[in-house]
Every structure is written in C-alpha cells, then in structure tokens.
C-alpha cells in the first residue's frame, strides 16, 4: 500500500495538529535550553520538519527564536547577542556567528 502521496490536500485538524506540536516544540527547547542545548536544538530541527511537512506557519514571534543555519534555540543573552544597529535589531547566533536583521519600528510602534 502506498501511503506517500505528497500532493494529498492538508485537513484543518492536521494544520491545528501540526501548530500545537510546534509550540510545544518551542516550549520544551525553552526550559530545556540552559542545560541541554543539544535537546533544543533538535526541538528546534523537529519544529522545522513540521512544519514544512504540513505547511504551517511558525508566528513570526517563534520564528526569531530559531537560527535558521544551526537550529539553536535563541535566548539572549545565552544564545543570542542583539544589538540596535542603524534602526535594524541585529541577532547573533553565538553558536555559529550568523547574523539577521530585523527592522525595529515594527515593535516599537507606539
Ligand atoms: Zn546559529
């Protein structure tokens, strides 16, 4: 029996399915971050494949939280380094250096 069509059309209940183990992926990867930073980061993987697999969207919210080369689970300051540099917020990965920019307007709207 073939089970691997890939095409076959999301249900709402898997998306809600797929959204709720996402957060508490990220959840997990937030209270284990500290002493195991190995567990975080394959939270952090498993999220990911989740969501690519059923095409939810992590809230950008979540999404800063994760380094996209190394999948560490970002916290400042353990994890992360953020500067305000010319109106952008600038995250460090200090796993792996990568940096990424974020405009800031959008939260310090008032
Ligand atoms: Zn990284």
């Known amino acids: ?18 959204f709720q183990r996402i957060s508490l992926l990220f959840k997990l990867a937030h ?9 975080s ?9 989740i969501a690519m697999r059923y095409r939810a969207r992590i809230p950008a919210e979540l999404k800063k939280r994760v380094c996209k080369t190394c999948n560490t689970y970002l916290i400042p300051p353990d994890t992360v380094r953020i500067r305000l540099i010319d ?3 600038v995250y460090t990965c200090l796993e792996c250096g990568r940096k990424k920019r ?5 939260i310090s709207r008032r």
């Open 41 to 49: 980061m394959r939270y952090m993987k498993l999220a990911l494949t």
């Open 87 to 89: 109106g952008y917020l």
């Open 1 to 18: 029996m073939m089970r691997l069509s890939k095409r076959r059309s999301l249900k709402k209940w898997e998306q809600d399915m797929a």
């Open 102 to 106: 974020y405009p800031y307007k959008h």
């Open 31 to 39: 209270s284990c971050n500290k002493d195991r930073p190995d567990r």
